[in-house]
């Protein structure tokens, strides 16, 4: 069974139990009030999988955009799109790690995988800002620098959660729904 999160919950959500990646595109999404379509599409698909509804998704993204721009036709679109409701109607699945680590990510793009796209030097002050412990830090930047992204992923849900996993990081819902089975 889907959780089912509404708009109101989002922010408190993103600081708790989204991995970095949806959490960087909250972020960007709040502080600009805009998303490039690369993140607009992969943050959308993982909200849907986490159980936001397509009124509440309208809800949500309209809410955002409209500082900025408007949020016409074409954006309401590419939602209902995203929930199978436009185009060839296909019910889209949420973006895997390794599909969202393959990305290549440019100036001003928000949805990549923080471990494999951020700079060194500003996920350690991520990762610091948001209260890892230094040692914590210095383990999850070792297996970044082997390229193991979905390791020091797994490693950072440890560390925030007080917890262990038994399985290894392979899908942001997944990170989501094991992170809910430990706060609930
Ligand atoms: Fe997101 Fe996966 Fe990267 Fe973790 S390893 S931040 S869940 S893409």
Not at 43 to 60: I, Q, R, T
Not at 105 to 115: E, K, T, W
Not at 143 to 169: D, F, M, P
């Amino acid at each position: 069974e889907k959780h089912r999160i509404t708009p109101d919950m989002i922010d408190q959500l993103a600081a708790t139990s989204f991995p970095l990646c949806m959490r960087q595109l909250n972020d960007t999404l709040r502080t600009t009030h805009h998303l490039r379509h690369g993140g607009r599409v992969t943050y959308g698909l993982f909200l849907k999988a986490a159980g936001l509804s397509l009124e509440d998704a309208l809800y949500f993204w309209r809410s955002h955009f409209t500082k900025n721009m408007d949020f016409d036709k074409q954006y309401a679109y590419n939602i209902r799109f995203n929930y199978g409701k436009e185009g060839k109607r296909t019910d889209y699945t949420p973006y895997s790690c390794m599909k969202i680590i393959m990305t290549s990510i440019g100036p001003g793009d928000a949805h990549g995988c923080p471990f494999k796209h951020t700079d060194a030097q500003m996920l350690r002050q991520r990762l610091s800002n948001f209260k890892v412990s230094q040692q914590a830090i210095n383990e999850i930047m070792d297996l970044v620098s082997k390229c193991h992204y979905q390791i020091a992923c797994q490693r950072y849900w440890e560390v925030t959660h007080n917890a262990s996993l038994e399985t290894g990081i392979n899908h942001p819902n997944q990170y989501f729904e094991e992170s809910q089975k430990v706060i609930h």
